[in-house]
Every structure is written in C-alpha cells, then in structure tokens.
C-alpha cells in the first residue's frame, strides 16, 4: 500500500539503484539527501530535530 507522496522518492529510490547497478561506486548523494529531505518533510521534523538526526 502507498501513501500519498510516497511515488515522488520511490522513483529517486529506482534511479539510484539503477546508478548503483552501473557504477557501485556512483555519487549518489545528492539523490539521497532530496529523499531526506523529503522524509523530514513527510513526518514535520522541525530543524532543530533535522539536526539531531543528522548529528549536528
């Protein structure tokens, strides 16, 4: 079962496991960290909580 938004980072899951299969080694990062940010905004994590989760 989805949850509304869940389509937007099961794509940005599927290009980074496509980039993976390529190149084990590929940067990814920047994919990873929109999916984050998503997350963050799914569940209303303030800032403060953003950064403990980061370890900031």
Do not use: C, H
């Amino acid at each position: 079962m989805f949850v509304k938004g869940q389509q937007p980072i099961i794509a940005l899951v599927d290009q980074i496991l496509a980039a993976k299969r390529v190149n084990s080694s590929a940067d990814t990062s920047a994919w990873e960290r929109q999916i984050d940010e998503w997350v963050y905004k799914l569940y209303g994590l303030t800032v403060a909580e953003v950064a403990l989760v980061e370890g900031r």
